[in-house]
T-cell receptor
Framework: EAQVTQNPRYLITVTGKKLTVTCSQN?????MSWYRQDPGLGLRQIYY???????DKGDVPEGYKVSRKEKRNFPLILESPSPNQTSLYFC?????????????FGSGTRLTVV | QKEVEQNSGPLSVPEGAIASLNCTYS??????FFWYRQYSGKSPELIMF????GDKEDGRFTAQLNKASQYVSLLIRDSQPSDSATYLC???????????FGTGTRLTVIP
């Protein structure tokens, strides 16, 4: 089944404790992206990657890191999480060959930083 | 100015009626337009995309695009309670590689 897999689904952590949210896709998509979703603010892009070893900042990159060492994986790293990073996070992937750019989203990770 | 704007709702329609969801965008050079449906606590799901002016129909859904007015809409015919969700409009702006999302319109279909 074609899918984007995120882990974990739920995470509660303390301020300053480094964490990684994993994202993996099995569709051989070139493009991958991370979004956070907050009430009233909608989906905001954190980072994106056009292909292996190519990453770029989105609208809200502060406090986050990413890497793209393999085509299928795009982990999101919070080196020192803070309470304002409490949010619902989505990973998405897409083929970037023109035409339909629709994203396939992962199931989401609900992160709480206390 | 926000890239993509939607009325947050909530929009309530009776079962069987037509639900009309609207979206405006700021970048006149935008090329690709998408509608996603998101159930509470779930991930967004692509339901329609449109690139050309006019209407595009898929089952009970019709997307309408008017580039001159920078306006895109989604019509849902014969609305069902299962259509109750938040609908997200998304746009790829000129020269960008990414989707910009509106904040979504919450639709409730009343049985």
């Amino acid at each position: 089944e074609a899918q984007v897999t995120q882990n974990p689904r739920y995470l509660i952590t303390v301020t300053g404790k480094k964490l990684t949210v994993t994202c993996s896709q099995n569709m051989n998509h070139e493009y991958m992206s991370w979004y956070r979703q907050d009430p009233g603010l909608g989906l905001r892009q954190i980072y994106y990657s056009m292909n292996v070893e190519v990453t770029d900042k989105g609208d809200v990159p502060e406090g986050y890191k990413v890497s793209r060492k393999e085509k299928r994986n795009f982990p999101l790293i919070l080196e020192s999480p803070s309470p304002n990073q409490t949010s619902l996070y989505f990973c998405a992937s897409s083929t970037w060959t023109g035409g339909n750019y629709g994203y396939t989203f992962g199931s989401g990770t609900r992160l709480t930083v206390v | 100015q926000k890239e993509v704007e939607q009325n947050s709702g909530p929009l309530s329609v009776p079962e069987g009626a037509i639900a009309s969801l609207n979206c405006t965008y700021s970048d006149r050079g935008s090329q690709s337009f998408f509608w996603y449906r998101q159930y509470s606590g779930k991930s967004p799901e692509l339901i329609m995309f449109i690139y050309s002016n006019g209407d595009k129909e898929d089952g009970r859904f019709t997307a309408q695009l008017n580039k001159a007015s920078q306006y895109v809409s989604l019509l849902i015919r014969d609305s069902q309670p299962s259509d109750s969700a938040t609908y997200l409009c998304a746009v790829i702006t000129a020269g960008a590689n990414n989707l910009f999302f509106g904040t979504g319109t919450r639709l409730t279909v009343i049985p």
